[in-house]
Structures are given as C-alpha cells and as structure tokens.
C-alpha cells in the first residue's frame, strides 16, 4: 500500500527554522540593495523551487527592480537527482539586453542546471549577471560556478521545505529539513533496510 505523506512526520531533522531563513534573507536583501547602490536590478528567478525565497527576497530589497520568472526541468536523473540535460519549461517574458540580472535559485548541487541557465542568460547580453542562492551544496558540485550570494551552505543531504519539493510536495513547509531515509525508499526496500 502507498503510504500517504505526513508533511512534518517526513522531517527528520529541522536544519533551518523560519526565523533563521527571515534573519538571512533580510540580510542579503541589504546587502543586495547596497552593492548595486540604487541602480535598478531585474530579478529572474527559476521555478518553482525559488518561489518563497524569491518572494521573500524581493521584498527585502530597497532598490528599483523588475522580476521575471523561468521554469526549467532538468531530465535524466533520478528524483533526487540532475542529469544536466535542462529543458526550458518557460522563458523570459521580457529582454533583459543591458540590464542587471540577478538570478535568484533555491539550492546549487551539482551546478549543472544553473551551469547551463547562466550560459543562456549571457547570450542575452545582460550588462551584468550575478547569482544569490538561497542554499549552496557544494559538496557535489561538478561545475564550478561562481555564486555571488550565498543563504546558507549546507551538507550533502537531501533536504526540502520553504519551496523544495520531493516529489511535488513538502515545498509549503516553512522551514528548511532534512527528510526521513524511508520517505526515500519503497516499504519493501524499508523493511531490507531496517528503517
Ligand atoms: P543541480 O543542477 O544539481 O545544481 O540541481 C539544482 C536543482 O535540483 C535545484 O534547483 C532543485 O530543484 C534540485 N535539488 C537539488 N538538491 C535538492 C535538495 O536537496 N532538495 C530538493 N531539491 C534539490
């Protein structure tokens, strides 16, 4: 039988609470406002995983500023895992030609969707493209890709809440936690595994 997911029992471990998240985004918001020291900047930010973060990021912010929104999925890799191969589910709904860019995403890991979202966003010729992550995993980077402002690093587990998914679900959860090893496997592979 499929077990129906309890979206707090699946957590195993709170990484991040509300507060800390709030503390953090207030702190790059201003630290955002004040590096591009009143200019205006075009937020583009990459669906849907960004979405709380964005949300909450672009109101921290005390700068004139455009938003824009893709959606990319990248195809190959297993549920919890990138493939590099990314697909453009949505684009840009404006030219962002001579304009401040700056991506918003949820969590790097490997890099290798971001990889590919920067070399497209250059060939649209920005004035400058700079890249705030929420969450940096950089244990399993396989590109190297420099971020040029980083929420929180964290270890290499697989975490979900405030936008993450498994899935599809989780993503409401208003922190950031670690889900429980039996979420993962089937109830076959569970009981094998003594979880
Ligand atoms: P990358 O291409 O390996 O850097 O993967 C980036 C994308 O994979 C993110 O935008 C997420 O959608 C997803 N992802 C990577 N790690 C996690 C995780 O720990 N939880 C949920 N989604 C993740």
Not at 13 to 36: F, K, P
Not at 43 to 65: C, E, T, Y
Not at 185 to 194: F, K, Q
């Amino acid at each position: 039988m499929t077990r129906a997911p309890d979206l707090h029992a699946d957590v195993g471990e709170i990484l991040l609470t509300e507060e800390q998240i709030a503390t953090r985004v207030a702190e790059l918001g201003r630290r955002i406002s004040e590096d591009y020291a009143g200019r205006p900047v075009t937020l583009v930010s990459v669906l849907k995983g960004s979405l709380p973060f964005m949300a909450d990021l672009m109101r921290a912010i005390d700068l004139p500023l455009r938003i824009d929104l893709m959606e990319v999925s990248s195809y190959g890799g297993g549920a919890t895992e990138s493939s590099g191969l990314v697909r453009i589910l949505k684009d840009l709904s404006a030219t962002i030609e001579r304009e401040d860019v700056l991506i918003v995403e949820d969590i790097i890991d490997t890099g290798l969707t971001l990889n590919y979202l920067v070399r497209y966003l250059r060939g649209k010729n920005p004035a400058t493209l700079r890249i705030c992550t929420l969450l940096d995993k950089p244990a399993r980077r396989l590109v190297e890709i420099p971020v040029d402002y980083i929420g929180f690093t964290i270890p290499d587990q697989f975490v979900v809440g405030y936008g993450l998914d498994y899935g599809e679900l989780y993503r409401n959860l208003r922190f950031v936690g670690v889900l429980r090893p039996e979420v993962y496997a089937g109830p076959a592979e569970a009981e094998v595994a003594g979880v």
